[in-house]
C-alpha cells in the first residue's frame, strides 16, 4: 500500500474525530477489506483509496447526532465532504487531475440514494459496494443498527430489504468475490442473532 493513502488517512483522522460514531473505525475497515477483493489492475488506487480514505469526512460538519439515512444530512455531508477533501489533497500537493476526480466521486458516492446504480462508474461500483457490506461487518452492524435504532434481528432483516432494493435498482456486486463475502458477513450476523 502507497505510503501516501496512509498519509491521506493521518489528515483525515481529525475530522472523523469530529464526525459520527464509529466512522474511524468505518473507514479503516474500508481501507484494510477493499485492497483483499479488488486488484489494482481493476481500477484505478489513486482514485479509489482516497475516496474511501475522505468520502464521510463531511460528517464532521453536520450536527452530531443527526440522522446518516436523512437524505438531506447525505447531500451536506457529501458537498462538505468533497470540499474538505480537495483542501486535503491540495495541501498533500496530489495531482489535481486526481483531485477533480475524487471530489467529483465524493460528492456523488452517497447517490445510490437518490436511484444512482452507478453502473458506469467503476470506483463508486466498488466503494458502494464496499460501504454497504460494512453494516453486516461485525463492527458496522452494531453501530449502523444503533443510528437506525433497530434491535438487531430487525436490523439484519432491514439489511436485506436494502439489498433487494440495491438489487432491484440495478447496483450489483463489482465481482463474484464480492457478492461472496458480503453472504459470508450476513451469515456470521445470522448466526450470531438467530
Do not use: C
Not at 483509496?49 to 438531506?72: I, Q, R, T
Not at 446504480?117 to 467503476?122: I, L, M, N, V, Y
Amino acid at each position: 500500500m502507497k505510503e501516501i493513502y496512509k498519509t491521506i488517512l493521518d489528515k483525515a483522522l481529525p475530522y472523523y474525530k469530529k464526525a459520527r460514531e464509529g466512522d474511524i473505525e468505518h473507514i479503516k475497515w474500508l481501507f484494510i477489506i477493499i485492497p483483499k477483493f479488488v486488484d489494482e489492475s481493476e481500477v484505478d488506487y489513486d482514485i479509489l483509496m482516497p475516496v474511501l480514505l475522505l468520502h464521510d469526512v463531511g460528517y464532521s460538519k453536520v450536527p452530531k447526532g443527526s440522522n446518516p439515512f436523512n437524505l438531506d444530512i447525505r447531500k451536506v455531508h457529501s458537498e462538505e465532504g468533497a470540499k474538505i477533501a480537495e483542501e486535503i489533497l491540495n495541501e498533500l500537493n496530489y495531482p489535481k487531475n486526481k483531485i477533480k476526480e475524487i471530489k467529483r466521486l465524493i460528492l456523488k458516492h452517497d447517490n445510490w440514494a437518490f436511484g444512482d446504480s452507478f453502473k458506469d462508474e467503476p470506483v463508486l461500483r466498488i466503494f458502494n459496494n464496499f460501504d454497504f457490506m460494512w453494516m453486516a461487518s461485525k463492527k458496522g452492524f452494531d453501530i449502523a443498527r444503533k443510528f437506525m435504532n433497530k434491535k438487531a434481528k430487525e436490523f439484519y432483516i432491514q439489511i436485506q430489504e436494502f439489498q433487494k432494493e440495491n438489487e432491484e435498482q440495478g447496483r450489483n456486486w463489482f465481482n463474484k468475490k464480492t457478492g461472496d463475502f458480503y453472504k459470508q458477513l450476513m451469515k456470521e450476523r445470522k448466526k450470531e442473532i438467530f
